[in-house]
């Protein structure tokens, strides 16, 4: 159950008046020397997009960031559901399911870095309801063929292009995500299943080089899999990935 914010040892009804000191933060202590820098890149890369919220979820020696870069607004909104995600190995074990400001995680990631440090605190979580209906799954995904870097690149190209050009200055908000729907849930034309959302995703992420990606499905759920990191997309109403014979 994800959580919306956690008091530590100050109750809800106690709050009004508790001290900062006593709201518990969780630390998490990384195993490899980049990875706080690798972390605060994918991190501000993000933010360009989306400068809002991070999901952080700790277990197994694990920590695994999600942010959103495209989320829908409200149900007749039919843009995908787009989030990125980074892996890093931790070397002290600790369970962590938190919702947190990304700009706040960033300066703390940065000062980890400038110290030399592995360990960061987190900062103190925030409340999200829309992070509870945008749980990926973890099991049961299914493989099916890549895709270049160079597709998901020029995709995403292409797609900047169309929403700048369909946008005119001073649009409503209404405009924006109608055409932002359009571009970006439409399916990439060298792929049967691949949303331009998701390139877009990826290239934004910084993760295509001269590699290709692996998709993987889960209905109503796709992977992209890169050598740094994830985009995973949910559409709206699921989406007919084809047979499982199917590449």
């Known amino acids: 159950m994800l959580s919306t914010g956690s008091l530590g040892n100050c109750s809800s009804v106690a709050f009004i008046g508790c001290s900062l000191e006593n709201i518990m933060s969780a630390s998490l ?5 980049g990875a706080l820098a690798d972390l605060q890149t994918f991190l501000q890369r993000a933010a360009r997009v989306n400068n809002s919220s991070a999901r952080v979820v700790a277990a197994d ?9 495209l989320v829908p607004r409200g149900l007749l909104d039919r843009t995908p559901t ?11 074990p600790v ?13 703390r990631l940065g000062v980890a870095v400038s110290e030399g440090a592995s360990t960061v605190s987190l900062p103190p979580a925030v409340p999200s309801l829309a992070w509870a209906a945008i749980t990926p799954p973890r099991d049961n995904w299914r493989r099916r063929r890549g895709v270049s ?19 005119p200055d001073n649009s409503g908000d209404a405009l924006v995500q109608k055409v932002r729907a359009e571009v970006w849930g439409e399916i990439i034309p060298f792929s049967k299943r691949i949303p331009a959302g998701a390139a877009f995703a990826a290239d934004a992420l910084g993760f295509l080089d001269d590699r290709s990606v ?3 499905t889960n ?6 899999s890169a050598t740094n990191g994830y ?8 989406h007919d990935f084809g047979p499982d014979t199917e590449d």
């Open 95 to 107: 369970d962590v399911d938190e919702i947190v400001p990304m700009e706040a995680l960033i300066h």
């Open 231 to 238: 985009v995973l997309v949910k559409f709206p109403t699921g």
């Open 149 to 167: 870097s160079s597709d998901l690149a020029g995709a995403a190209k292409k797609g900047i292009q169309r929403v700048a050009e369909a946008i």
């Open 29 to 33: 202590v990384f195993s490899a020397p």
């Open 61 to 69: 020696g694990h920590v695994l960031v999600y942010v959103g870069l």
């Open 219 to 224: 209905d109503p759920w796709l992977r992209l």
């Open 82 to 92: 787009v989030l990125g995600l980074r892996v890093s190995s931790l070397s002290e």
């Open 214 to 216: 692996q998709v993987h």
